[in-house]
Structure formats: C-alpha cells, structure tokens
C-alpha cells in the first residue's frame, strides 16, 4: 500500500526517540507530555463529519526538549473513503518527508499504541490508512520570497501615493489659509497662474503682489506661463490622489452628492451618474452583495472547517429557508449582479453617444472601453498583490489549506487577472477565484457597443441576435447539465469538478442575465413612454416576476438529486432559470423607476443604500481575503449553528464594510480621477 521510503536522519530519530521513550514513563517530562497534549485526539459526532484532528498548534509550537523544540506537522490520512488531517508535534529537527517516514512505518507509538489511530471499527469497518501528503508548519519565520516581497511592495507604493498626495495638499490648504481669508471651498487650482492661491475677494494672489493684472500680464512671458499651467496640472493630479477629494460624496445619503464619485464595475457600481439615476439599483446591489457575503461565510467555512460537516449539509441542503447561507442556487445575487451591468453599460453608452453628438465611432468605443478597463483594474489588481504578499507573511493555523492554495494559484495564473480571463480557468486554480465576475463581466462589457450598434441600425436585427445568443447561452447550459450531469444547486463540496471547470464560471452560460440587462437598459433609456399604462397591469407584473423568482428558487430544491443520467428537467430548468430570474428582476426595477413599486421601491430607494453602494466594489473584493484569513488562522474546527454563522455573518460584514470604505478612498478612487489631470472626458 505504501511506497518504500528511507529511514529518517540520524537526528529526527534520535530526538523522536528521546520524545517516544520519555513518553513511556509513568511520570513524563514536561515536554514529553505537551507534545503528546499536542497530537489530535479523536473526537465525538464522527458519523456528524467531526473526522479532521488539528490538535494544539500552539502548545506544540511552545515545547522546548532538551535538544529540540516542538514543530506541529498535519498528516492527511484516507481512511476508507472519508479523508481527515491529523496534527501531531515531532521535534523540530525532522522535515516534511521524515515525518512522513515516520508514519508510514508507524514509528509513533507509545506502549504499543500508535499516536495516531484509525477511524475504530464500530465507524469505518476497514481500518487501513492511506497517506497522501504531508505538511509542517515552520517554527521559525521564514523569509518571504521575491514575489511576495514585490506585491508587498507593490502594495505599500499603492497606498503610500495617496497618503502623502493628502498631506501635501492638506500643508498647501494649511499654508493658504494662513495667507489669506480661510475660503475651504475653492479649490486649489482656481487660478492657473497662481494655483489656487486667492485673496479674501477673489482675485488671484499674484495679482496683489504685482500691483495690477495688467502689470502681471506684462511681466508674465511665454516660459512662466508654461511653469505656471506645469504646477497647476501637478497640483491637479496631487488632488485628484488625494483622500480630501477620494473621499468627498463617498458617504452622502444623496444621490446627487454620491454621483460626483460615482464608480462603476458593473453590477458593482457604486454611485450614480445624474440624478435621474434608477434609485432602486442601490438596494438591489446592496442586498445582492449581503446575499452573496453569506454564501461565501458558510461555504469558505464549511470546506475541511467544520466539526459537523455532515451534519450541516443534511440540514442546509434540503431546506429553502437557508437559500440565503449555502443552499439551493444561493448565488443567483451574482446574476442579478450581472443584469445591473448590462443595464448600466448600455445607459452609460447611449449617454456617451447623446453627448459624442450622436455619434458612435470607433474612439468613442475604445474610450468606453479603456474606461472601464480602468476602474476595475487598479482595486482588483491590488487584491491579488494583498493576497499573495499578506497570506505569505501571516503567521499560519491549523486551516491554513485554503491560503496556502491562494497563495500558489496567485503566483502562477496573476497574469489572468491582468488580462481580466481567469474565469476562463476551472474555479480551483484561479487566483483569488471570487474575482472571476469582474473578468466575466468585462468580456460581457465588451458586447454592448456590438447590441448598441445592430439597435442604432436596424432594431429587427438586434431582436433576431438576441433572441439567437439567449437560445444558445441557455441551449448550451442545458446540453453541459444533460451530457455531464451537473447539480442544478451550488454544490456543497467540490466532488463536482465538471461543474466549475465548464459550467459555472463561464461567458458562454453566463450571458442571458447580462444581455436582459442590456436590452432593458436600451429600453429604460429610450422609451418615450410609460411600459405599464393600468394598474392591473402592474398587479400582472408583479404576481409574474414574484412567482417566477419562487419557482427559480423552490424547483432547485425538486430538483436537487444528481441523476445518475441525463435528466430533461434538469437540463431545461439549468438552461432557463438564470435568464428568467434577470427577467423577474428586470420586472422589478422597471416597475419601481414608473411608479408601481410600493412599498418595495421605498425599501429598495431608502437613502442608507447609497453610501454601502458607493462602497461595495471594494466589499466585495475584500471580505473573502477577511474571512479566508479567519478561518485559515483557527486552530480549532467551527461547530456550526445558525446562531454561531449569524454571529460570523455580522461580524465579517462589519469589517467589510469598514474596509471597504478605506479600499474606496485609498486605492479605488484616487487612481480612478487621475484622468482629471490629463483633461480627459468624464
């Protein structure tokens, strides 16, 4: 069963010795009984999934032999089919590939037992061990490698840039301020010529020193002219880096305030662009992103962290009052995140358009383009840079497996997230896998000035293609569910590989929810009238749109088993259910903008949306490093109750939105307005 392996050093085993035999003391040192302490013990509620023993990572690591200190090791074990890891404490002269030795010739024993006994037989009847990997944590800070210290560097420069930008232009405010009459509201740069410095009756400095503007316009020649316009474009771009302008609107309950800042990643925008913008869109995004931030609360906890694994899936599966932790198809928030692109994107074009003079031309296209490009970019590429410096840096726990595959995955596939095409790679190896909708929505992006096009030419035409891509996003989704019998629920462990790897993240099963969102936004922005005329109309709509969201949502749980062939329900519900719930939802916001809405436009338009909106970008990138980092730093398994994923849910959304709002202001808007500088169009 297991392959042969050589004996371990002279060393590992002479301490491993010394550990073992004073183990077998009536009365054992100190150390000897801390590190036995240390190894994982079999617990209760095995047939519940409490099969992983992480043991005491830190007792282990605070023995100290004569010889030797502790050095906690994680042996994973396949006993029948249940895997499990096993902490054990080893002296720290052994490696990875002795310890691994020494388990394979069960050279852990103490009076005749092992250290590290099987499943008994009353739970799993077949007591052979298979071990297929094993993992020390170091006892001593290692330094970081080259990539790592480059992303922290990276990283650092990120955030030092609008840091000091702030200080300078708070020491240039200071040293206005002192010069002449306080006036906090003009900017610096109101006068070219003077940059921003202006005397209590608003006439330029200069101006005063020089006795006169004509004398200033005698004495000015072409060179200082052009040192003058070089200081104000730097003082310019220091502002728009700075966190007294990143900042400003960010938190306003204004729609009107907000939209000075207003960003945009598709689903994920934050502000608005005018004040006619559909208020509703902000309590959608909002409880969309809560949505998802409790599906990725339980699923990145229940993956090899919880002691009643079993337990919790018997219960979260088959319940639809649990569609909002990990049951069901929890992530339908991230179609309707993609229905609220489709729709922005095609406002945001045909805005362009109206103001290009009615022109859609090839610059105006790369300009749209590029924009967004660059708003998504600098944030997210941050992201991928924290994750690999920050979790190579951070001291480990006993779950660190989750970390340590961010980690990798980031140092081999960053590339992919540059280019925005890591969703076309099976989730697994994709590095920071939640940032595969930025790189989905940018290619879905890049289509509205395709659609745009066909509607400016011939709306016939644009009807017939996309009637053609919504069959075939649903037909293909439909075929991949049949030929490889896929879960139309999110899966609760990744037994199902194929699901991910064709299906879930990617363009081509995606697009329906995207391309209702862009035919609504063509609609919503050039309709010369009302859509819904009579209130029974609107009764109609609104039992639809509800009914069809219930049926989305009840038929995933009908439809839960796995057939053990390709299932015609299956196949048509997984073809149909995100498209028609974009559909419902489209219902919604259109229903809210014409006055129908009730009391659902009011909760969806209540004013406290707008600031989390503005902020929900960056919430959204940063709250699975936060919960990544929680769960990977325990030492114990979590026990899983809704009171206890509540708890964590708040918990984790409160940080997110605290972080978020710092990511906004330090990293995702200063780099957004650099265009100011350069005088390119907004």
Same mark, same amino acid.
């Given at each position: ?30 150390? *000897? ?22 043991? #005491? ?30 902490? =054990? ?10 310890? /691994? ?75 206005? /301020? ?9 900017? +610096? ?12 009756? &608003? ?55 907000? #939209? !000075? ?13 005018? !004040? ?7 309590? =959608? ?15 990145? #906890? ?30 339908? !928030? ?19 358009? /109206? ?94 000035? =395709? ?11 644009? !009807?017939?293609?996309?009637? +053609? ?59 010369? &009238? ?7 109309? *609107? ?88 919960? =990544? ?30 972080? &978020? ?22």
């Amino acid at each position: 069963m297991f392959v042969h392996l050589p004996r371990p050093p002279e060393m590992c085993m002479q301490d491993t010795r010394m550990f073992l035999l004073e183990l077998s003391k009536d009365k054992p040192a100190k150390y *000897a009984a801390l590190m036995y302490d240390a190894f994982g013990k079999l617990g209760s509620d095995v047939k519940g999934g409490n099969v992983n023993r992480p043991g #005491s990572l830190r007792e282990c690591l605070s023995v100290s032999a004569p010889g030797f200190r502790g050095q906690y090791c994680q042996v994973f074990l396949k006993q029948e089919e249940v895997q499990y890891f096993v902490g =054990i404490c080893v002296p720290d002269s052994c490696t990875e590939a002795d310890v /691994q030795t020494l388990v394979v010739y069960d050279m852990l024993q103490s009076k005749e037992e092992s250290l590290i006994p099987p499943v008994p037989s009353p739970l799993l009847s077949d007591s052979t061990l298979g071990i297929y990997m094993t993992h020390c944590l170091s006892t001593h800070m290692t330094p970081p490698d080259p990539s790592a210290v480059i992303c922290l560097f990276v990283c650092a420069v990120l955030v030092t840039v609008p840091l000091v930008a702030s200080l300078y232009v708070a020491l240039l405010r200071l040293k206005r /301020q002192r010069a002449v009459t306080p006036s906090p509201d003009i900017p +610096l740069t109101s006068d070219p010529s003077c940059y921003g410095s202006l005397l209590s009756n &608003g006439s330029p400095a200069s101006q005063a020193d020089n006795g006169s503007p004509d004398d200033s316009s005698t004495n000015s020649d072409g060179k200082a002219s052009e040192d003058s316009s070089a200081k104000s474009r730097f003082l310019s771009w220091l502002q728009s880096l700075s966190l007294q302008d990143s900042s400003a609107g960010v938190l306003s309950l204004s729609l009107q305030d907000s #939209s !000075a800042g207003g960003l945009s990643a598709g689903g994920l925008s934050v502000g608005s662009g005018s !004040a006619d913008s559909y208020s509703s869109l902000n309590g =959608i995004r909002m409880l969309s992103l809560l949505w998802i931030l409790s599906g990725h609360n339980v699923q990145l #906890s229940a993956w090899n962290n919880l002691d009643n694994a079993k337990r919790w899936k018997e219960r979260v599966e088959r319940s639809p009052l649990y569609v909002f932790a990990f049951s069901g198809p929890v992530y339908l !928030a991230v179609d309707s995140f993609l229905l609220l692109g489709g729709l922005l994107s095609a406002k945001s074009l045909l805005a362009s358009i /109206q103001r290009s003079e009615d022109k859609l031309s090839p610059g105006l296209v790369t300009h749209f383009l590029f924009k967004r490009f660059k708003r998504v970019q600098p944030l997210h590429l941050f992201i991928v840079c924290l994750a690999i410096g920050l979790f190579s840096v951070v001291q480990r726990g006993a779950f660190w497996f989750i970390a340590d595959d961010e980690i990798l995955n980031c140092k081999k596939y960053w590339w992919s997230n540059l280019l925005l095409v890591n969703n076309l790679f099976t989730i697994t190896d994709i590095c920071a896998p939640w940032t595969w909708y930025l790189s989905i929505d940018f290619q879905f992006y890049i289509t509205t000035p =395709i659609l745009i096009l066909l509607y400016r030419w011939n709306k016939r035409v644009l !009807a017939a293609v996309a009637v +053609l891509l919504m069959v075939l996003t649903c037909l293909t989704s439909a075929l991949l569910t049949a030929v490889l019998r896929l879960p139309v629920h999110q899966p609760t462990t990744l037994s199902f590989e194929s699901y991910f790897q064709y299906y879930y993240n990617k363009p081509y099963t995606r697009y329906g929810p995207y391309l209702v969102g862009i035919l609504a936004g063509i609609y919503m922005t050039t309709k010369s &009238g009302p859509f819904v005329r009579h209130r029974w109309q *609107a009764g109609l709509g609104w039992f639809s749109s509800l009914s069809v969201m219930m049926a989305v949502v009840g038929l995933a749980y009908s439809l839960r088993e796995v057939p053990p062939g390709p299932s015609l329900p299956h196949a048509i519900y997984q073809g149909l259910h995100r498209t028609l719930w974009a559909l419902a939802l489209a219902w919604v916001i259109l229903a809210c903008e014409e006055g129908y809405g009730g009391f659902v436009d009011r909760i969806l338009s209540l004013s406290v949306w707008i600031p989390l909106s503005n902020i929900s970008f960056a919430c959204y990138l940063i709250h699975p490093m936060l919960i =990544i980092l929680y769960n990977g730093k325990r030492e114990t398994a979590i026990h899983y109750t809704d009171l206890n994923f509540l708890y964590l849910f708040l918990g984790h959304t409160a940080l997110s939105l605290s972080l &978020g709002y710092v990511l906004t202001v330090l990293i995702e808007k200063p780099y957004l307005f650099l265009k100011a500088s350069h005088g390119k169009p907004h």
